[in-house]
């Protein structure tokens, strides 16, 4: 609901705030007071497009901020806000809206810049704009299913419409994707079967090349190694002056020497200790010589074999990261073995996309069975509530001053030879008109008159308007070709849906004034410096007898308050 107003440099406006209450609200004035200015503004707030033509004359910048309470069950505009992170405060919420010169201009919700589309949106789930050129929410048929689903009571089930589709839509991208990577898919098997079979074949161990490596360079350097093996050899066991016969006959001369001084004991101790390790090693040497045998053409093998691994290392070894974050704590033919174990797994799960695409087609199979039921009873309530809903808005039409009027709510099938759903179901709703007797039912677009067009929103809004959650209405030029009985209607409809909502409605009848909840008045002044501008008021009690009267015959003599005061006494709020 719209709580306060503030204009700046607007048009006429130079500085204009106002308060505004719940109910039925009237703006009235003059012919050229400024009354389309007041709502020209309220337009500029809710995202119509405008240009610079609108800032006052001689300033900069013109500007409109309003607070709108916010109704907490609302829930499009709780979760509009909540998906921007825009908070609301005390129940209510800052909107404010600016133009330069430049022709540049801003928009603001709680001081988080948006869009102008951003706050055309937002506004539209709070406020309806029907004024001479303001008609987009009725003709645009989109609203005409809103409109039919909310007088049905069908919101919940096309939520739950909308779960069931959006999940078909999921799994049949999911199986198109699949389709269509068809050939990248044998394309890739092939790939990694060709990649597991050669590292198979080639059966690479962990640390099996540094072990090639170091055969390699033995073999490379055999001779050297042979000399400097059978030299240290020799130097242990070959002859008198040998390591272990020169220890041996220290041993001897010692362990004698103990006999005399037994403090020798314990270096006796460790020259054993040595004489028995200088043993194992002369051993060990010896059988290192046995089997330190030159093989011819195994230097070739453990070369080929180094070339194998490095041309497997080449094409499955790097880079490490890309398939194993743990490939760098293991040998490179370690992550080899871990690119084909990641390999066999790819290959595995590719071999089971086509049982994937199998439980896919009966997934999506089930879906659509469910969508076309869902859809169907979808379409048989939205017929029949379609009947029920034109025939009431036609009867509201008659009183208000179409008398010929037929409202039809056509609902047709999306496809024509086979089921068709969207998001919403599988039909086009869309209202039609026929204004005069005899004529066929047209598209509401092709009515010219922004009065009816006004009389049929607000037909539509009375018998909608324990529905839909829009908290603020407005409507301008409404009482364009009606008088009498009808403008009393038309009055009566407005109140009427003024117990529910905030209404505003720019009139020239004194018969529709006289039953607004709140009065206001337009006028235009003069100003300092010979300067027009448009100031609105609350008008008071008396104030209003006034201005009714005004409206009445024109001025404020004492037929025309006493008439005044006749219709207040009859039709005007009881406070």
């Given amino acids: 609901m719209l709580e306060e107003i503030s204009i700046k440099n607007y048009a006429l406006i130079d500085n204009l705030s106002l308060s505004f209450r719940k109910g039925f609200n009237v703006l009235t004035g003059e012919t050229g007071a400024g009354k389309s200015i007041i709502v020209g503004s309220l337009s500029f707030l809710l995202g119509s497009r405008t240009d610079a033509d609108v800032i006052r004359s001689g300033t900069d910048e013109a500007s409109v901020s309003a607070m709108v309470s916010i109704d907490p069950r609302n829930k499009d505009v709780i979760d509009w806000l909540n998906m921007r992170d825009i908070g609301v405060e005390d129940g209510c919420v800052i909107v404010r809206r600016n133009i330069r010169q430049s022709g540049r201009n801003n928009s603001y919700i709680q001081n988080v810049q948006v869009t102008r589309s951003d706050l055309a949106e937002f506004m539209a789930f709070l406020f309806d704009l029907h004024g001479q050129h303001s008609h987009e929410s009725l003709i645009n ?172 290392k080449r094409k499955y070894g790097a880079p490490k990261d890309a398939y194993l974050k743990e490939a760098d704590s293991l040998s490179d033919e370690g992550v080899i073995l871990a690119y084909k174990a990641d390999a066999e797994a790819e290959i595995e799960a590719l071999v089971n996309i086509e049982e994937n695409r199998e439980k896919l087609l009966l997934e999506i199979g089930e879906l659509e069975k469910e969508a076309a039921i869902c859809a169907g009873e979808l379409s048989r309530r939205r017929k029949e509530a379609g009947a029920v809903l034109g025939g009431k808005i036609s009867a509201i039409l008659v009183r208000l001053g179409m008398p010929r009027a037929v409202f039809a709510v056509n609902v047709a099938p999306k496809g024509t030879n086979s089921l068709v759903c969207g998001p919403t179901g599988a039909d086009n709703v869309e209202f039609l008109i026929s204004t005069n007797a005899g004529e066929p039912l047209k598209d509401l677009s092709r009515i ?12 539509i809004k009375t018998v909608l308007s324990d529905a839909d959650m829009l908290e603020t209405l407005v409507f301008d030029e409404i009482d364009t070709g009606i008088g009498g009985e009808v403008a009393l209607t038309v009055g009566e409809y407005l109140a009427k849906i003024g117990n529910l909502k905030q209404i505003f409605c720019v009139t020239h009848l004194a018969s529709i004034a006289v039953r607004a909840d709140n009065h206001l008045k337009v006028e235009k002044k003069i100003e300092d410096a010979d300067r027009t501008v448009t100031d609105v008021s609350v008008l008071k009690p008396e104030e209003r007898r006034l201005e009714i009267a005004r409206m009445l015959a024109g001025d404020a003599g004492e037929a025309a308050i006493a008439h005044a005061d006749e219709m207040l006494s009859k039709y005007g709020v009881k406070r």
Wanted: proline share 2%; glycine share 4%.
């Fill in 141 to 312: 048929k989109e609203n005409h299913r809103k409109y039919l689903d909310n007088f049905a009571g069908l919101d919940a089930e096309v939520a739950e419409f909308g779960k069931v589709f959006s999940k078909l839509v999921e799994k049949r991208n999911e199986f198109a994707a699949q389709t269509n990577a068809e050939h990248d898919r044998e394309t890739k098997l092939e790939m990694l079967r060709y990649a597991v079979d050669e590292i198979a074949k080639a059966d690479p161990k962990p640390g099996e090349t540094q072990t090639l490596e170091n055969e390699a360079s033995r073999l490379n350097r055999f001779e050297k190694l042979s000399a400097y093996m059978n030299s240290a050899d020799t130097a242990f066991l070959s002859d008198e002056d040998s390591v272990l016969s020169m220890i041996r006959k220290a041993r001897s001369n010692i362990e004698s020497a103990t006999v005399i001084d037994d403090t020798l004991v314990p270096i006796l101790k460790r020259v054993e200790n040595l004489y028995f390790e200088s043993e194992d090693v002369a051993e060990e040497l010896r059988s290192y010589l046995e089997g330190l045998k030159y093989e011819p053409g195994r230097l070739e093998e453990v070369e080929e074999r180094l070339g194998l691994l490095f041309r497997l």
């Fill in 448 to 459: 010219a008159s922004g009065g009816e067009l006004s009389r049929i929103m607000l037909a």
